[in-house]
């Protein structure tokens, strides 16, 4: 099978180019291992069965001698003998060098199994499943980063998906593996397993705890019935007792941390300007997966579901626009948070880059919405001209970029400055 592009390649590149390792940290089955072979010389797989104990034995020994290959090694699955990590970094310090190690890690990891942080040694890099411009579905005539280079710039551009491609590319989510599968149902099956694979064996794996598999499966139900709201932890955890699991705030708190650690969940934090009273603004964590696919999988629903019930595959439509933004922000090192205060003005997502560059963007799945987000859009911003007006203190940067993102056909920029981007047509 050929390997598609990622977004990440460039990124890897980069950081290879700056600093002596390089971590990558994402979800398992995003594609880390395959994106980082591309660029790797030498490979060592902690998780083969047939080695792992004998490599477990050498770290007790000498854990240098499994960095030994050529460079840039790529260390797959580090976490697995956390002690490597601090070898890398004597080894980086030793070779005064870059590009010298890849490491790859489907989980986060405790800060007291290891000795130093790595910083100055070890870049971090986040990898997400594949957008739709990276699977072929988005034809990328619209660059993100080129409008945030010139955002008074005119657009002409129509999207190639229609609905039912675009429910299917959610429901099937951006996992790498589905490329080589023949069938609609093979490919969304995928997701099925993840979510069967994280329920049964990873939430235990992940910090060796045990943990009830069918209680993680009703967490991720919630989840994923509560996808790109407002949901406190208080009413998951109302939703999953209902469901005959009788499980305390804490042991959900534990859950949800272990998922936090798998990547599986990936909430939203509320970008708090002072535009308004503080306690106007609203501050919880919007929810989300790392991945749309997640939802759908873990509340056994299929493309067909959502083609008879857009009203809910709208909360599935903002999910999969997160991912794809996180994806084309990355090189940027984009964070990503929303607005939303008490008299329900709201910013579905604010993207921050990391020079102070921002957007305000509001996900609509039809037509007649547009009119409704942009609105919302200039509102926000007229807030931000109005705060900086009767304020004395520093000012506070105007958005650089007001998005409406949909699921319609056509490219274009109003003349009241929001542009309307279809998903369909959105790369990096």
């Not at 675009?166 to 099937?172: G, K, M, P, S």
């Not at 023949?182 to 329920?199: H, M």
């Not at 319609?408 to 109003?414: D, F, H, P």
């Amino acid at each position: 099978m050929d390997y598609l592009k990622r977004v990440a390649d460039e990124e890897l590149e980069f950081r290879l180019e700056c600093s002596g390792a390089v971590l990558i940290q994402g979800p398992k089955w995003c594609g880390k291992t395959t994106t980082a072979t591309q660029q790797a010389k030498s490979i060592i797989k902690l998780q083969d069965t047939d080695k792992n104990e004998g490599y477990k034995q050498t770290a007790l020994v000498k854990p240098s001698l499994l960095l030994r290959g050529d460079n840039p090694r790529l260390i797959d699955e580090w976490q697995e003998i956390p002690v490597l990590w601090d070898t890398v970094r004597n080894a980086v310090d030793e070779k005064n060098d870059t590009g010298l190690y890849i490491l790859t890690g489907s989980n986060s990891i405790d800060k007291d199994k290891i000795m130093h942080s790595g910083t100055g040694r070890i870049s971090r890099m986040r990898m997400n499943t594949m957008s739709l411009y990276e699977t072929g579905e988005s034809n990328g005539t619209v660059s993100l980063r080129e409008l945030f280079k010139n955002p008074t710039a005119d657009i002409e551009a129509k999207s190639d998906l229609d609905v039912e491609q675009l429910v299917f590319a959610a429901c099937r989510g951006g996992w790498p593996a589905q490329i080589s599968r023949k069938s609609d149902r093979a490919k969304l099956q995928i997701a099925r397993d993840y979510v069967t694979s994280v329920c049964e064996i990873d939430i235990s794996t992940v910090d060796k705890v045990k943990r009830n598999p069918i209680w993680a499966e009703q967490i991720l139900k919630s989840y994923a019935r509560n996808i790109s709201t407002l949901t406190k932890t208080s009413n998951i955890l109302k939703d999953v007792v209902s469901a005959s699991e009788n499980i305390a705030q804490d042991t959900l708190d534990s859950y949800i941390g272990a998922l936090e650690k798998l990547y599986v969940i990936q909430d939203i934090e509320a970008w708090c300007p002072s535009i308004r009273s503080a306690t106007a603004i609203r501050s919880g964590k919007k929810r989300g997966f790392c991945d749309p696919s997640i939802a759908v999988a873990a509340l056994g629903l299929s493309p067909d579901y959502y083609l008879t019930d857009f009203q809910s595959f709208g909360f599935i439509f903002e999910s999969l626009c997160i991912r794809d933004l996180r994806v084309y922000s990355s090189k940027d090192e984009g964070n990503l948070s929303y607005y939303h205060d008490r008299y329900n003005l709201e910013a579905d997502c604010v993207l921050h880059l990391k020079d102070g560059r921002y957007a305000l963007i509001e996900f609509k799945l039809g037509n007649r919405e547009i009119d409704e987000g942009s609105r919302h859009l200039l509102k926000i911003k007229d807030l931000v001209r109005e705060y900086n007006k009767t304020e004395k203190g520093p000012k506070l940067r105007e958005p650089d970029l007001l998005i409406v993102i949909t699921g319609t056909e056509m490219a274009y920029r109003r003349p009241d400055g929001v542009y309307v981007i279809p998903i369909g047509c959105l790369k990096d």
